[in-house]
């Protein structure tokens, strides 16, 4: 499996303070990408990263990939509360490959 | 309405039962995807479409049938339903970009209970 596991699997942090997530995959990749999950709804899509780049920004997220390591980081800054939800990165299987696989995500919760 | 849609979005069957979830889509997107989501096992890929007549397996495919005799519909069929497919099943759409996989549009999912 090329699942990507993201750690932590749960983070607590005060409302204004940053959070950080980290995923990490096993196998070579054309994208990966970030999706948030609010409690009982689907996903929603963030943000894409390419292979070739190695970071992208999108509003107070900033995504970071390290194809050497095989990791990525989804940085939110100046969190709100209504940032708490569940965050979950998904690569694909390289080029031409169109399934996306997902790791089993990170519950953030922002206190107010 | 626009988007992808789901339904039913609540169910309760029994043990043995065929089940039918159903997914729609209005974008034409070629691209069409099932997971179902566990508590500690995150989202898991049962099945995938890339056209209409074209499916293939995921991970957990096991107990699980599809078809896609149309571009906008993923039905998801389970044959004979087992406590252990108790889950939450959501279906997403996508197109690729320059032949890499453009970003998933989820479904609200369907919510599976299995006495």
């Given at each position: 499996?090329?699942?990507?596991?993201?750690?932590?699997?749960?983070?607590?942090?005060?409302?204004?303070?940053?959070?950080?997530?980290?995923?990490?995959?096993?196998?070579?990749?054309?994208?990966?990408?970030?999706?948030?999950?609010?409690?009982?709804?689907?996903?929603?899509?963030?943000?894409?990263?390419?292979?070739?780049?190695?970071?992208?920004?999108?509003?107070?997220?900033?995504?970071?990939l390290d194809t050497s390591k095989k990791s990525s980081s989804?940085?939110?800054?100046?969190?709100?509360?209504?940032?708490?939800?569940?965050?979950?990165?998904?690569?694909?299987?390289?080029?031409?490959?169109?399934?996306?696989?997902?790791?089993?995500?990170?519950?953030?919760?922002?206190?107010? | 309405?626009?988007?992808?849609?789901?339904?039913?979005?609540?169910?309760?069957?029994?043990?043995?039962?065929?089940?039918?979830?159903?997914?729609?889509?209005?974008?034409?997107?070629?691209?069409?995807?099932?997971?179902?989501?566990?508590?500690?096992?995150?989202?898991?890929?049962?099945?995938?479409?890339?056209?209409?007549?074209?499916?293939?397996?995921?991970?957990?495919?096991?107990?699980?049938?599809?078809?896609?005799?149309?571009?906008?519909?993923?039905?998801?069929?389970?044959?004979?339903?087992?406590?252990?497919?108790?889950?939450?099943?959501?279906?997403?759409?996508?197109?690729?970009?320059?032949?890499?996989?453009?970003?998933?549009?989820?479904?609200?999912?369907?919510?599976?209970?299995?006495?």
């Open positions: 499996s090329q699942q990507g596991e993201e750690d932590p699997q749960a983070l607590s942090i005060q409302e204004g303070e940053n959070a950080t997530m980290n995923c990490s995959y096993k196998t070579s990749i054309n994208n990966l990408q970030w999706y948030r999950q609010n409690s009982g709804r689907g996903l929603v899509h963030l943000i894409l990263i390419r292979s070739n780049e190695r970071e992208k920004h999108s509003g107070r997220l900033r995504v970071t989804l940085l939110i800054t100046a969190s709100r509360a209504a940032d708490t939800a569940s965050y979950f990165c998904a690569t694909d299987a390289g080029w031409g490959s169109y399934k996306l696989i997902f790791g089993s995500g990170t519950r953030l919760l922002v206190r107010p | 309405d626009a988007g992808i849609t789901q339904s039913p979005r609540y169910k309760i069957t029994e043990t043995g039962r065929q089940v039918t979830l159903m997914c729609h889509q209005t974008w034409s997107h070629s691209y069409m995807f099932w997971y179902r989501q566990d508590l500690g096992h995150g989202l898991r890929l049962i099945y995938y479409s890339a056209a209409a007549d074209i499916t293939d397996k995921g991970e957990v495919p096991d107990g699980y049938v599809v078809s896609r005799s149309k571009t906008e519909n993923f039905p998801l069929t389970l044959e004979s339903a087992t406590r252990s497919q108790t889950s939450v099943y959501f279906c997403a759409s996508s197109v690729l970009r320059q032949g890499r996989t453009g970003e998933l549009f989820f479904g609200e999912g369907s919510r599976l209970t299995v006495l």
